[in-house]
């Protein structure tokens, strides 16, 4: 059984919960004279009441104290997924810090040893795209004329441009995250790290090769995430009138003979109009 009944007066507030065959009155007395909280001005000045409030967290270490005073064997282990920082932090970044501070909050809260560590994602094409905008070059071939190891400090340069802006940014949204013992992707400790990792699983036999279609950039010769094919709002969803149809195979070839029936041509082509006019299909690596 549970029953929940609260109630308030102009002087005080009560709470009562029963559960089971315990009894819990809660009173707080909101007497003028008596408050827990002090009264906030209507028009106080908020930003300087953060300021203050944020300076108190980092004079007192509060963050740190959340941490030491819990045990080492309740851990919670928590790394913060890496923001690329060769840009300002904005809007969805501020969300998504606010849904993991308060789950971690919530496990320390629950007398769990949480650190909170932050990171910073140095790989991958934002980096190097940001680094080719700021040196006025494209492609590999201007890379390799400027140089692959000039090019590769640049981009060491530029993954770390805005970690400043986005300590500060990090601290005015009052999260609560281990920057000082950041950890980057680009340290030769942490890539040693993943490469055994990797290893782990492929000894484990749960590596396997397989084949998907991806998006490519003609441009930067490489795949590309669906996370990169929205940098710079680039990309587009258009129409096409192309189709792809498949023709039925009546003479296999010999090197399709272990193929199990039916046996299918697929054509893929910008003209379907011209198709009903086709009298068979021509293949050939020259065609």
């Known amino acids: 059984m549970e029953l929940s009944y609260s109630t308030s007066t102009k002087h005080c507030?009560?709470?009562?919960?029963?559960?089971?065959?315990?009894?819990?009155?809660?009173?707080?007395?909101?007497?003028?004279n008596?408050?827990?909280y002090s009264e906030v001005d209507p028009n106080a000045d908020i930003s300087r009441l953060e300021k203050i409030t944020l300076n108190f967290w980092n004079e007192k270490r509060i963050f740190q104290q959340s941490v030491d005073q819990r045990s080492e064997k309740n851990r919670f282990v928590f790394y913060d997924g890496p923001p690329f920082a060769n840009g300002r932090p904005h809007y969805g970044h501020l969300l998504t810090g606010y849904v993991k501070d308060t789950y971690?909050?919530?496990?320390?809260m629950?007398?769990?040893?949480?650190?909170?560590?932050?990171?910073?994602?140095?790989?991958?094409?934002?980096?190097e795209m940001a680094?080719?905008?700021?040196?006025?070059?494209?492609?590999?071939?201007?890379?390799?004329?400027?140089?692959?190891?000039?090019?590769?400090?640049?981009?060491?340069e530029t993954v770390l441009k805005y970690v400043s802006a986005w300590e500060s940014y990090v601290n005015r949204q009052g999260r609560w995250v281990d920057l000082e013992g950041a950890y980057r992707t680009m340290s030769l400790k942490y890539m040693e790290s993943v490469f055994w990792a990797f290893k782990q699983l492929f000894l484990k036999g749960l590596v396997y090769e397989a084949e998907r279609v991806v998006p490519y950039s003609w441009a930067c010769q490489s795949p590309l995430s669906n996370f990169e094919t929205r940098l710079d709002n680039s990309y587009?969803?258009?129409?096409?009138?192309a189709v792809t149809i498949s023709f039925d195979l009546l003479d296999k070839p010999k090197r399709l003979e272990n193929l199990q029936p039916p046996c299918k041509m697929l054509v893929w082509t910008t003209t379907p109009w011209t198709l009903v006019s086709n009298l068979a299909l021509a293949v050939g690596r020259d065609v």
């Open 13 to 32: 507030f009560f709470f009562i919960m029963i559960t089971g065959k315990s009894l819990i009155l809660f009173a707080t007395s909101v007497l003028a």
């Open 34 to 36: 008596r408050h827990i």
């Open 104 to 108: 971690a909050r919530y496990q320390t």
């Open 110 to 127: 629950q007398g769990r040893r949480v650190e909170r560590r932050a990171g910073w994602d140095c790989h991958g094409l934002p980096a």
């Open 131 to 156: 680094t080719e905008k700021e040196l006025n070059i494209s492609g590999k071939i201007d890379i390799e004329k400027y140089g692959v190891t000039k090019f590769n400090k640049g981009c060491r």
């Open 236 to 241: 587009r969803i258009k129409t096409s009138k």
